[in-house]
Antibody
Framework: QVQLVQSGSEVKRPGASVRVACKVSGNSVSDLSLQWVRQAPGKGLEWMGGFDPEDYEKIYAQKFLGRMTMTEDESTDTAYMQLSSLRSEDTAVYFC??????????????WGQGTLVIVSS | DIVMTQSPLSLPVTPGEPASISCRSSQSLVHNNGYNLLNWYLQKPGQSPQLLIFLASNRASGVPDRFSGSGSGSDFTLKISRVEAEDVGVYFCMQVLQTPFTFGPGTKVDIK
């Protein structure tokens, strides 16, 4: 059974970058179609990007293009999401989640516990 | 982008009574494979979203059978046959037909 455990909270200055880690257990990170979703305080859920198993490529939401990078370390089964040029509006809880192992991206489950990123001067 | 809407946005419920949440999409969520790519999640306070219903009408593993999903195309419903106190939280629908994947605004369910 896949489990996702994320890195701890971060506080960053505007203009800085943040890297959030998502440690995979129960499968290899390369077997998963990992996705990143964020939730600003008191707000709804926003998909940021993820791996598309149909086209075998990473896809980024338009608003994060050029600012977000998703990477994986297969030696440690850890996925990373880096977001640069941070601004106050990026303050949010960031979640990693995944589609079914080896399957189409028909649902997202499970989810990591979330990582709070605070952007403040 | 596919826009997801939900109603109501707030739903006070009485334990033991039924509850229903509607989710509509700005375009059909039927995939070429015939499945409706619409999922339901419950986010309890301070927790990550948990999958309740996938492909519009399939209960996820471990989800009580008082939860059911129905609908097709662009009109979907989540029903709770008899609400329990542990069901409080925010319910989201989410489409995975096309990127960007999008979520409904959420329906906050709490006890009257």
């Amino acid at each position: 059974q896949v489990q996702l455990v994320q890195s701890g909270s971060e506080v960053k200055r505007p203009g800085a970058s943040v890297r959030v880690a998502c440690k995979v257990s129960g499968n290899s990170v390369s077997d998963l179609s990992l996705q990143w979703v964020r939730q600003a305080p008191g707000k709804g859920l926003e998909w940021m990007g993820g791996f598309d198993p149909e086209d075998y490529e990473k896809i980024y939401a338009q608003k994060f293009l050029g600012r977000m990078t998703m990477t994986e370390d297969e030696s440690t089964d850890t996925a990373y999401m880096q977001l640069s040029s941070l601004r106050s509006e990026d303050t949010a809880v960031y979640f990693c989640t995944t589609g079914p192992v080896y399957g189409d991206l028909n649902w997202l489950d499970p989810w990591g516990q979330g990582t709070l990123v605070i952007v403040s001067s | 982008d596919i826009v997801m809407t939900q109603s109501p946005l707030s739903l006070p419920v009485t334990p033991g009574e039924p509850a229903s949440i509607s989710c509509r999409s700005s375009q059909s969520l039927v995939h070429n494979n015939g499945y409706n790519l619409l999922n339901w999640y419950l986010q309890k306070p301070g927790q990550s979203p948990q999958l309740l219903i996938f492909l519009a009408s399939n209960r996820a593993s471990g989800v009580p059978d008082r939860f059911s999903g129905s609908g097709s195309g662009s009109d979907f419903t989540l029903k709770i046959s008899r609400v329990e106190a542990e069901d409080v939280g925010v319910y989201f629908c989410m489409q995975v037909l096309q990127t960007p994947f999008t979520f409904g605004p959420g329906t906050k369910v709490d006890i009257k």
